[in-house]
């Protein structure tokens, strides 16, 4: 029999729908690997195999009945922490929200679960998902399964969805949830050799997503190949009245119209992306993306993105600002911990609180957000950052009318060894250099694995669309995927 | 523009975070070098350009003047909204004492 781990969201649908396995034994079989990795890895900050199972024998009965099993009939997934589910702890790995059992469940979570998916886990990720490491987490770092050639260090997953892409890489679940905020799901998978795409801002609903900073948080799927992800993004996505921001527009049929033919297609290379000093494997690598664009058919230019070395200090007052207003909400009071010294008034409870509440990053990002945003300084920073933010996003709209996606690498290296940034926040912020300027912009962009560096490590290639064009971001990825044959997997030690 | 060990304890007070003496000696230098970093967008030229408001063009919608139009979302939930609250009593969320 087929080993059911190795297979995607797409085999598994398939495969429960033709009778050839059941849902259950899927279930039973991802739930073993969790469990299995959960010491070595802690890709999950809880596992939740009652629900996996629960969800797959509720598939397996509506075969049985001859019912239509839906999208993701019959997949089990893994859920970042934090999306809201509805009496599973969700603590977005911060010690603030530890033991909060959500009253409600997420949109996403529920478009997902209406498609016939189910809950292994939920998976570890950077405290409110400010990080690209995943050692910010309260709970734990997560390990990746990768290893340098030689070496038996421990790697970063990278972050903020570090959990879901280190489940992925190992097997521990076909598909998982991410969020992206200036690239938490891009530069994860590529850290992994998995894929994930971000959607246009406002496809995937922000309801019940702990929020960091909302007109850049946007969900999306990560799985092991382009098709997983198309699917998932649809069982993901669509119009949500209670998001403001929610896109009111149907949901397009992104599996069924997947191509990799590119013919009459122009690609887009951004001069301003080749950076001085940057790795040759990842030239390289961008190199040989192109070669594989040009074989798909699609012509390639030139293009310039002028404002490209201005994203990430823009984005690092944006998001800062957005989050310290955000996790304004943590008092408390009305949910998770609460610290009340003796003797202590509402003030002091407050900053008590928090203070034991909050990681160092989330605070240092809350104390840069407050100052941003203060009295005097608000138009000098948070104002001239959005205006930028302007220039950015025009950038890009002048570079469209030439072409129809971007191709990019998504990270400057390979993974980096846990600790190797951790005490440096610049260095830290300078891994999202790729990926920021397209959340700025709110446009859609993907990670697909694309080789391995000399070490053994694999690298990704980066895919802009233009706003709602996720069938481009996907069909250019596809082209990689086919050609880049990416088949590495961690060799197993866990 | 640099904060000081004064400045940054004011960020924390605003922002309702209690810091140590040592934690603010740490943060200092930490925030200055961020901040230093983040003032490169000085140089940009925005005398023309409107600040972003809406990344992706969308019209803000108003929705039907009807109670408890979501039940997930309308009231009559009271028992749920207090579900995680550190302190519940009689139906309220329960802080220290406000008022003498």
């Excluded at chain 1, 259950?24 to 079989?29: K, L, N, S, T």
């Excluded at chain 1, 990926?435 to 080789?451: R, T």
């Excluded at chain 2, 969320?93 to 406000?98: D, R, W």
Aim: charged share 20%; aromatic share 8%.
């Amino acid at each position: 029999m087929t080993e059911l781990t190795e297979l995607g969201v797409a085999a598994i649908r398939d495969g429960v729908k033709a009778g050839d396995f059941t849902a259950v034994e899927v279930a039973d079989a991802f739930n073993a690997n969790v469990a299995a990795a959960q010491e070595a890895l802690n890709a999950f900050i809880i596992a939740t195999p009652e629900k996996a199972t629960e969800a797959a024998k509720a598939t397996d009965a509506r075969r049985a009945a001859g019912e239509d099993l839906g999208k993701m009939g019959g997949v089990p997934i893994g859920m970042k922490d934090l999306f809201a589910t509805f009496d599973v702890q969700t603590t977005a790995a911060s010690h603030i929200l530890e033991g909060f059992k959500p009253q409600y469940e997420s949109t996403v979570s529920q478009n997902l679960w209406n498609a016939g998916a189910g809950m292994l886990g939920k998976l570890n990720l950077d405290q409110f998902a400010m990080g690209s490491s995943n050692e910010t987490s309260y709970f734990g770092n997560v390990i990746s399964p990768w290893r340098k050639a030689g070496s038996n260090a421990p790697l970063a997953p990278g972050g903020s969805s570090g959990g879901s892409s280190a489940a992925l890489a190992a097997r521990l679940c076909p598909a998982a949830t991410g969020t992206d905020t200036g690239g938490s799901i891009r530069q994860p998978a590529a850290f992994t050799g998995t894929t994930g795409i971000k959607p246009t801002y406002g496809r995937c609903s922000r309801w019940g997503v702990v929020a960091f900073a909302s007109s850049l948080d946007q969900a999306g799927p990560m799985a092991r190949s382009t098709q997983d992800c198309a699917i998932m993004l649809e069982a993901m996505a669509g119009f949500d009245p209670k998001d403001a921001t929610s896109l009111e527009l149907p949901v397009p049929n992104w599996e069924a119209l997947l191509s990799a033919d590119l013919s009459g297609k122009t690609v887009g290379i951004p001069r301003e992306y080749r950076m001085d000093g940057m790795d040759a494997e990842i030239v390289a690598l961008w190199d040989q993306g192109v070669a594989w664009l040009k074989d798909a058919g699609a012509k390639v230019i030139d293009i310039s993105l002028p404002h490209t070395k201005y994203a990430l200090p823009t984005y690092y007052i944006i998001a800062p600002a957005e989050a310290s207003s955000n996790l304004a909400r943590y008092d408390g009071v009305r949910y998770g911990l609460r610290d009340l010294p003796d003797g202590a008034n509402l003030q002091d409870m407050y900053a008590a609180t928090r203070a034991a509440g909050f990681g160092a990053e989330v605070k240092r990002r809350i104390l840069i957000g407050t100052y941003v945003l203060s009295a005097g300084f608000y138009d000098a920073y948070y104002t001239q950052a959005q205006k930028v933010r302007t220039l950015i996003s025009q950038d890009f709209a002048k570079a469209f009318e030439e072409c129809d996606v971007i191709l990019a690498p998504t990270t400057p290296t390979a993974a980096f060894a846990l600790g190797e940034n951790v005490d440096d926040p610049l260095s830290m912020y300078l891994n999202d250099v790729f990926s920021v300027p397209a959340s700025l912009a709110g446009l859609p962009a993907m990670s697909v694995p694309a080789g391995l560096s000399k070490d053994g490590l694999p690298l990704g290639l980066q895919i802009i669309g233009k706003a709602f064009d996720e069938q481009g971001v996907l069909n250019a990825g596809l082209a990689i995927e086919q050609r880049a044959q990416f088949t590495a997997k961690p060799e197993k030690w866990w | 523009m640099s904060v000081d060990t004064a400045t940054v304890a004011k960020i924390a007070s605003l922002a309702r975070i209690k810091v140590s003496e040592s934690e603010l000696e740490a943060m200092v230098p930490e925030l200055n070098g961020i901040l230093a970093w983040v003032e490169q967008l000085g140089e940009v030229d925005t005398a023309n350009v409107e600040p972003m408001t809406a990344v992706i063009p969308n019209t803000l919608r108003l929705r039907d003047d009807v109670v408890d139009a979501d039940p997930l979302t309308g009231g009559g939930r009271r028992d749920a909204v207090l579900a995680n609250a550190p302190v519940a009593e009689h139906g309220f969320f329960g802080v220290p004492k406000v008022i003498e």
